[in-house]
């Protein structure tokens, strides 16, 4: 007769919730870390466009960016740099990152606050979309609002008329600062 390893004749326990919840939130960590890591390289080695930069704002928290965007030339904001913060939910990339402008910004689709109402941010977003493209769309929607859907409707008022715009934008605007 065989002999019976009496343990192995007893079902494993079951986890409790709170472990399977533990350990599926440190895989879902590292793979947010690991995407997050991936788009740093990629912008670090091929940057999407000139005047636009983001990287985590410290080395022990890659879920919080902060970043620099220029105007686009030919546009009214030529020559203008605000700062931006970007803060990627545990979810990331199934969900957008809360993307802010931390500068005070005059525009017809950003509030008094830096809010940003841009489609990408919201109800468009895509797991295959990255702060390439978010940083890409916020530029181009520097110069290209959507007036629909204003966060700011005396700027949207105003955007018709290019130079009633200029004079208002030049009241809001404050240059960055070195060290900011």
């Not at 931006?84 to 545990?90: A, E, T, V, Y």
């Not at 841009?118 to 895509?126: F, G, N, R, V, Y």
């Not at 005396?154 to 018709?160: G, K, Q, R, T, V």
Request: net charge negative; charged share 20%; glycine share 4%.
């Amino acid at each position: 007769m065989a002999a019976v390893n009496p343990t192995s004749a007893f079902p494993a326990a079951p986890e409790s919730p709170k472990t399977v919840q533990a350990a599926s939130g440190a895989s879902n960590a590292a793979s947010v870390a690991k995407r997050l890591q991936s788009e740093l390289m990629s912008l670090m080695m091929s940057p999407p466009a000139a005047g636009i930069t983001a990287f985590p704002e410290s080395d022990s928290d890659l879920t919080y960016w902060v970043g620099r965007l220029e105007g686009a030339e030919g546009t009214v904001y030529e020559g203008h740099t605000y700062a931006i913060s970007l803060r990627f939910p545990p979810e990331y990339p199934y969900k957008a990152p809360t993307v802010r402008f931390e500068s005070t910004c005059y525009h017809p689709n950003v509030d008094l606050h830096g809010n940003i109402c841009l489609d990408i941010l919201k109800e468009k977003w895509s797991p295959a979309l990255s702060v390439s493209t978010i940083l890409v769309s916020l530029q181009s929607l520097l110069g290209e609002p959507n007036n629909a859907s204003p966060l700011n409707v005396e700027a949207a008022d105003l955007w018709d008329d290019a130079e009633k715009f200029k004079v208002e934008l030049a009241k809001h605007y404050k240059p960055l600062e070195d060290d900011e």
